[in-house]
């Protein structure tokens, strides 16, 4: 099973940008798709982007609509989470998950493997 490793996170202001990086522990086949999670305390993890094999099938949350680009970089077995805007409602551990499907899923139990995560916190 490929493992996932996030980084990137780290204190930034009302405004600033960030890009997170999901790193795949092994080259992945065809349909592996990533997507991304953020988890606030207290809250539920929630769906925030995923992104297909190729890089031109993705989805987002409303919430992040216009603000977050997700991308991949499937040489590199990488995939990125650009952030702009950053409010401080995304103060939240991002995570990123992975698996093998045939769609784009959205929810936590259709992904197969977890990265630890990594904290962002955007001050106001």
């Known amino acids: 099973q490929v493992q996932s490793a996030e980084s990137g996170g780290r204190l930034v202001q009302a405004g600033g940008s960030l890009r997170l990086s999901c790193a795949a522990s092994a080259r992945t086949s065809v349909n592996y798709v990533v997507g991304w999670f953020h988890q606030a305390p207290g809250k539920e993890r929630e769906f925030v982007a995923v992104?297909?094999?190729?890089?031109?099938?993705?989805l987002y949350a409303d919430s992040v609509k216009g603000r977050f680009t997700i991308s991949r970089d499937n040489a590199k077995s990488t995939v990125y989470l650009q952030m702009n805007s950053l409010k401080p409602d995304d103060t939240a551990v991002y995570y990123c998950?992975?698996?093998?499907?045939?769609?784009?899923?959205?929810?936590?139990?259709?992904?197969?493997?977890w990265g630890q995560g990594t904290q962002v916190t955007v001050s106001s």
């Open positions: 998950a992975s698996g093998v499907r045939w769609y784009l899923p959205t929810r936590p139990t259709e992904f197969v493997s």
């Open positions: 992104i297909g094999w190729s890089g031109g099938n993705t």
